[in-house]
């Protein structure tokens, strides 16, 4: 299987960090993605790992553990704009399989 | 804009009614995803083309088809709809299928059935 756990929602105030936790099933595993969604829109790509450890882009990181079957996507200081959901997502074959996203609100 | 076209964006239809969705994928990009997700419902992922090439399959009913013709562009039918197949149905695309080539995704054709 496939199954990719997180969390269903988080709050964090803006300015701070949150990390957004994701485990999944190691069989097969072909790297991690991460995707943030607006409500309404179109998934968009935040990052990618395929080798353990951390990959830093901007105010974003991705932080993955092949051994433990775990991710995080770190989030600094938070925006308003940041409100809205993000998504892990594996690669397993020829499929990319989406947990059903973590929804995080910011509050000001 | 991410370089996906799918048309229409908003489909209403009655029960019982077939459908067709469209997606025309980045150029470049020969792999091509169809998603659905409904209301509070994470990507389900239905089906993946390759080159023109069923390559994986997911949890897509029997009453849905899908294909990728040579142009690349890929078209998820769904007939006999019922209410439950209203969702907002996703296309994306990436240059490869495998490896770590990220998916583009359209911005989606939200289907009403009533």
């Known amino acids: 299987g496939q199954n990719i756990d997180q969390p269903t929602e988080m709050t964090a105030t803006e300015g701070a960090i949150v990390q957004i936790n994701c485990t999944y099933q190691?069989?097969?595993?072909?790297?991690l993605f991460w995707y943030q969604q607006h409500a309404g829109e179109a998934p968009t790509f935040l990052s990618y790992?395929?080798?353990?450890g951390l990959e830093e882009k901007g105010r974003f990181s991705s932080f993955l553990s092949r051994s433990k079957g775990y991710s995080y996507l770190l989030l600094k200081e938070l925006q308003m704009k940041d409100s809205a959901s993000y998504l892990c997502?594996?690669?397993?074959?020829?499929?990319?399989?989406f947990g059903k996203g973590t929804r995080l609100h910011i509050l000001p | 804009d991410s370089g996906v076209t799918q048309t229409p964006k908003h489909l209403i239809t009655a029960t019982g009614q077939r459908v067709t969705l469209r997606c025309s994928p980045r150029?470049?990009?020969?792999?091509v995803y169809w998603y659905q997700q409904s209301l509070d419902q994470g990507l389900q992922f239905l089906i993946q083309?390759?080159?023109?090439?069923?390559?994986a399959k997911g949890n897509i009913l029997e009453r849905f088809s899908a294909q990728q013709f040579p142009d690349l562009h890929s078209e998820l039918n769904l007939s006999s709809l019922e209410l439950g197949d209203s969702a907002l149905y996703f296309c994306?695309?990436?240059?490869?299928?495998?490896?770590?080539?990220?998916?583009?995704f359209g911005q989606g054709t939200r289907l009403t059935v009533v």
């Open positions: 190691t069989s097969g595993f072909n790297g």
């Open positions: 994306a695309s990436s240059v490869d299928y495998g490896g770590g080539t990220e998916a583009f």
């Open positions: 083309y390759y080159n023109g090439e069923e390559r």
């Open positions: 150029s470049g990009d020969l792999s």
């Open positions: 997502a594996t690669r397993k074959d020829d499929k990319i399989i």
């Open positions: 790992n395929v080798l353990d």
